[in-house]
């Protein structure tokens, strides 16, 4: 209680237009989990070359991206009670030394030429396992070391590295087909990750173990009965199920509309979906000044209609430009519209809780993806491509107005 007390009194302290890059802690988990997401880009391109090069054959890179996909769907809600009984800073510890034992023993394996097949699906189910167990991780110690007020230019700082590292995708991946051997990725990632590993060891204890108590269907079951408790965090997420499904059709139609509607080759291409993290990195730059002048229930319901205006352009896009009108609008706007809400979660969550709130609303979110993106193929296939992105931005129009007739739009 005095923790909670005390913490309280420093956020009342803290202005939101202080800095974050004073905060120590925030510059720790900022450093380690860059070197991480630079070093998992540089495997998540590596291992489908690798099995396409041992295979040649398309079904085994979709298969590996389809296993990368299982571990948040299936563990992340079991992952958040597990990060709520451990000491965050050892748990992130021993999530990034993990991922470094598999890639340099995948290294090995491959140098020797070892490696089998199954031995790529095996690890990129772990190592994608244990990058949410950092993430959920984050998330948590993120909610003990920065004050509430400066919780939104937290989150916005992590979205821009994120969306600048994916802008850099087509440069990562130059990188990597010029190293003298496509298993020399996994090396490089793994040293990247020992880095961060050495810069994690550097940030003070955030936590100290809870007692524990209950057994672990128990700690799950609190973190449910938290959920259910919060009905704005509650309502929000079942509202978001939604809002990747329209997001979901949207992605799959793109490149599609692309490549076979207005002809672009591989390299225009890649320039044009650049426009979408243009967007984010605009996004992630707005949505602190945003939440200071506008509440944030507000500000994540226009998002959601503005969403639907970006889908909307597709149906009529006749050209490159409207199609990068298109994708800059939705970086934009779902950037605003995520940073929201990780931080009203993280803002409503009490800190005990945190993990598990951010694995069960984690594997909620994802509810609808896969069957929005299934459908909008044999839509496409009877309809055109055009009836998707219609689809996608009547669904957005529908969820805006149920949202603004629903207690969120007051949120402060």
Request: charged content about 10%.
């Amino acid at each position: 209680m005095l923790v909670n007390q005390t913490k309280t009194l420093a956020n009342a302290k803290v202005p939101q237009h202080a800095s974050i890059w004073r905060n120590r802690p925030f510059l720790i988990l900022f450093c380690s989990s860059t070197l991480l997401a630079c070093g998992s880009k540089v495997y998540e391109l590596a291992l489908p070359l690798i099995l396409y090069d041992m295979t040649q054959s398309p079904v085994a890179m979709t298969t590996m991206k389809s296993i990368e996909f299982l571990p948040n769907l299936l563990l992340a809600m079991f992952i958040g009670v597990w990060v709520d009984r451990f000491s965050k800073k050892r748990w992130s510890q021993w999530m990034v030394f993990g991922q470094m034992v598999l890639l340099f023993l995948l290294y090995g394996l491959s140098a020797a030429g070892q490696a089998q097949v199954v031995h790529y699906y095996v690890a990129g189910f772990f190592l994608m396992a244990m990058h949410y167990g950092f993430h959920n991780a984050r998330v948590s110690m993120l909610k003990q070391v920065v004050p509430t007020p400066l919780l939104t230019s937290a989150n916005a700082h992590f979205s821009f590295m994120s969306t600048f590292i994916e802008i850099m995708g087509p440069a990562i991946t130059g990188f990597v087909l010029l190293l003298a051997s496509l298993h020399a990725g996994l090396l490089i990632t793994g040293i990247a990750y020992l880095l961060a590993l050495v810069a994690i060891s550097f940030l003070e204890k955030a936590d100290a173990p809870p007692v524990q108590k209950a057994g672990f269907w128990q700690d799950l079951k609190a973190g449910w009965i938290e959920l259910f408790r919060n009905q704005a965090l509650w309502r929000i997420s079942l509202l978001v199920i939604f809002l990747n499904a329209t997001s979901g059709m949207y992605d799959a139609m793109i490149i599609f509309f692309a490549k076979d509607h207005l002809h672009l080759d591989t390299s225009t291409l890649g320039l044009v979906l650049s426009a979408a993290g243009i967007g984010g990195l605009v996004g992630s730059s707005l949505v602190a000044s945003l939440r200071r002048r506008f509440p944030i229930g507000q500000l994540m319901g226009t998002t959601i209609l503005l969403l639907g205006f970006s889908y909307l352009l597709m149906v009529f896009a006749s050209s490159t430009w409207m199609l990068c009108l298109s994708l800059f609008l939705t970086g934009l706007f779902s950037t605003i519209n995520s940073v929201c809400i990780w931080t009203f979660r993280q803002e409503t969550t009490p800190a005990h809780l945190i993990g598990r709130i951010s694995g069960i609303t984690g594997s909620i979110f994802k509810l609808g993806i896969v069957f929005s993106i299934y459908g909008s193929g044999f839509m496409t296939v009877s309809f055109g491509p055009w009836a998707v992105f219609l689809a996608a931005a009547v669904g957005n129009a529908l969820i805006f107005f149920l949202y603004r007739r629903l207690s969120l739009w007051r949120l402060a």
